[in-house]
């Protein structure tokens, strides 16, 4: 059972060079986020996606962009990359339908760094 | 403003007891969640509470107060593997997750 996975699992990037981050899961759940995480900072959100087609703004939203074509999907781009986007990225889904709690379901991360 | 709060560090012995309090102001709430998360590692889940009172999971127990805006994570019987970030997360009226920072828990033999 894989779960999610992304890809790639590190990357030293330049700056002003264009990135995606692939995020991709096999559970079927309806809901897919973007979170970076910093040192002594919580869990921050970029962009959520709640069902397929649709997406919406986190809380750090500027400088990402993300689509949503089909349930098991969910890339994140940099435009142009630039320092301060150096972080460890965190996609996850979750079922949110029915009774369920919604608990996240995480990737193992990806580490950007940005020269 | 929403906000979570926890403490940034806690160290504890193998085979005791210690609990990680969580304070909370959200939009709203639909509950709070606690996750695990080792060092390089992602996130896993542990708890969800809705209603006031006591879980129990094993050696790991969660308890709300809504009243309060107050949570804590019990964890009995240490053992080394539990050297984690300990991350508090409260769901706001929009089904929003507002995080906490995390507490880092250092188990000392």
């Known amino acids: 059972i894989a779960g999610i996975t992304q890809a790639p699992t590190s990357q030293i990037l330049a700056a002003g060079r264009r990135m995606t981050l692939r995020c991709t899961q096999d559970m079927r759940h309806n809901a897919m986020y973007w979170y970076r995480q910093d040192l002594g900072l919580g869990l921050r959100l970029i962009h959520y996606s709640n069902t397929a087609g649709t997406t919406g703004k986190g809380e750090v939203p500027d400088g990402y962009s993300v689509s949503r074509a089909n349930t098991d999907d969910f890339p994140l781009t940099l435009a142009s990359a630039v320092p301060s986007q150096t972080s460890v990225y965190f996609c996850a889904s979750s079922d949110t339908t029915g009774e369920n709690t919604g608990e996240l379901f995480f990737g193992e991360g990806s580490r950007l760094t940005v020269l | 403003g929403q906000n979570i709060d926890q403490p940034t560090e806690m160290t504890a012995t193998e085979g005791a007891i210690v609990q990680i309090n969580c304070t909370y102001q959200?939009?709203?709430?639909?509950?709070l969640f606690w996750y695990q998360q080792h060092a390089g590692e992602a996130p896993t889940f542990l708890s969800y509470n809705v209603l006031d009172g006591l879980e129990e999971k094993g050696r790991f127990s969660s308890f709300l107060s809504r009243s309060k805006g107050y949570s804590y994570l019990l964890l009995k019987e240490l053992q080394m593997k539990d050297s984690a970030s300990y991350l508090c997360a409260g769901l706001d009226s929009n089904y929003q997750l507002i995080w906490g920072a995390g507490t880092k828990l250092i188990i000392k033999p």
């Open positions: 959200t939009s709203g709430f639909n509950g």
